[in-house]
């Protein structure tokens, strides 16, 4: 009788640990149920727990048994929330850091344009004087008159070279009077020659008096070149005298604008270089409106991003917003030592009457 009770008391802690094994079985299809699982087998444990107390062999099984049940749960996915341990994390890495990425598109950093400041600048300019020295005596135009190439625009006093003119004239007039003496007197002379040469041819004349008749002719002929020389050189004093008188007047090279009066009347002017102490060697200044152009120093490090024939928009600093169309027309072949820049010349593509010589503008090549 006490046999039978030990055996059926066995076969009841059998069939508990059975479903306790049943309970730790993982699911199919990749189902996550270890939450359940863990809740099963702490029910029997816990059954367990006021029954009789397992054999040392028996608890050890199980606890081998949930440790390799445990260690191929977390194999194929583990918990879902929780970080993969072991070979399921070294394997998911790779997967994850294969995983296409999305390509962002590649933007090209912008290129800042390039701008260099400059002046307004005429190519056509030049300060007029006279070209002999004397004294202001008359000015016919004032700054800003517009002025047409060989008008005239001042005189100096001539009352000498007019008197000049004025003796070269009566020279001349006194040498063609010679001239027509002399023509009358070689007239008279072919006359008498004539005449001593018919008288000669009757024998009614000697051979002396019809060579004073060829010698009075030749002497006439000759006279008379010598008038007609100095006529000739008489009216060369003339235009000498004309072209000195020509000198006291000053006239304008070109069409343009005068910019600046730098004499007054009766002050005295001389040709460039040949004045001194308070005698002025210019009259006016002259700028040819048409031949404005901007010239501006690019840093040597830029200079390759000019190129003749290269657009621009100029801006004038007098008129902000203002855009002024151009044309790169040279790069000069020289350099600033000491600023370290390259001149360039713009030619401007806009002729208005706001765009004044000098001027501050700054350029952006395009």
């Known amino acids: 009788m006490t046999t039978t009770t030990t055996l059926s008391a066995g076969d009841a802690a059998a069939e508990r640990r059975s479903q306790m094994l049943r309970s730790l079985r993982l699911p199919r299809g990749g189902e996550t149920a270890a939450p359940a699982a863990a809740a099963a087998a702490a029910a029997p444990v816990a059954a367990l727990r006021p029954a009789r107390r397992l054999p040392a062999w028996a608890t050890v099984l199980l606890v081998a048994q949930a440790a390799a049940l445990a260690g191929l749960w977390a194999a194929r996915g583990g918990v879902p929330g929780l970080p993969l ?8 890495a790779p997967a994850a850091a294969a995983a296409p990425q999305p390509l962002q598109p590649a933007v090209a950093a912008p290129v800042a344009k390039l701008e260099a400041s400059g002046f307004i600048t005429a190519t056509r300019m030049a300060t007029v004087s006279a070209r002999t020295m004397g004294q202001v005596s008359e000015m016919l135009v004032d700054e800003g008159s517009r002025v047409r190439r060989g008008q005239v625009l001042a005189r100096i006093g001539d009352e000498q070279s007019q008197t000049q003119l004025r003796l070269a004239q009566a020279q001349h007039t006194a040498a063609l009077a010679r001239q027509q003496s002399a023509e009358a007197q070689l007239r008279e002379a072919q006359r008498e020659r004539e005449r001593e040469q018919t008288l000669r041819d009757q024998n009614f004349t000697s051979e002396a008096r019809l060579s004073k008749a060829q010698t009075a002719l030749e002497t006439a002929t000759a006279n008379l070149a010598t008038a007609r020389a100095d006529v000739d050189l008489a009216r060369l004093q003339v235009v000498r005298q004309e072209q000195v008188l020509d000198d006291f007047i000053v006239r304008a090279p ?6 600046a009066r730098n004499a007054q009347l009766g ?15 210019g009259i006016l200044t002259i700028v040819d409106m048409g031949s404005l152009e901007i010239v501006v120093d690019v840093n040597e490090d ?16 007098s008129h902000k917003g203002w855009r002024i169309a151009g044309e790169v027309l040279r790069v000069m072949p020289n350099a600033d030592r000491a600023k370290s820049t390259v001149r360039a010349r713009i030619k401007l593509l806009t002729d208005d009457p706001r765009i004044l010589p000098d001027m501050a503008v700054k350029v952006q090549f395009l």
Do not use: H, N, S
């Not at 341990?85 to 998911?92: I, L, N, P, S």
């Not at 070109?254 to 910019?259: E, K, L, N, T």
């Not at 002050?267 to 060697?281: L, Q």
């Open 267 to 281: 002050e005295i002017v001389a040709p460039g270089g040949a004045g001194g102490g308070y005698t002025r060697t």
């Open 302 to 317: 830029m200079i390759t991003r000019v190129q003749p024939g290269q657009p621009v928009q100029a801006e004038l600093y």
């Open 254 to 259: 070109f069409d343009g604008v005068v910019m």
């Open 85 to 92: 341990v072991g070979d399921a994390q070294a394997k998911a």
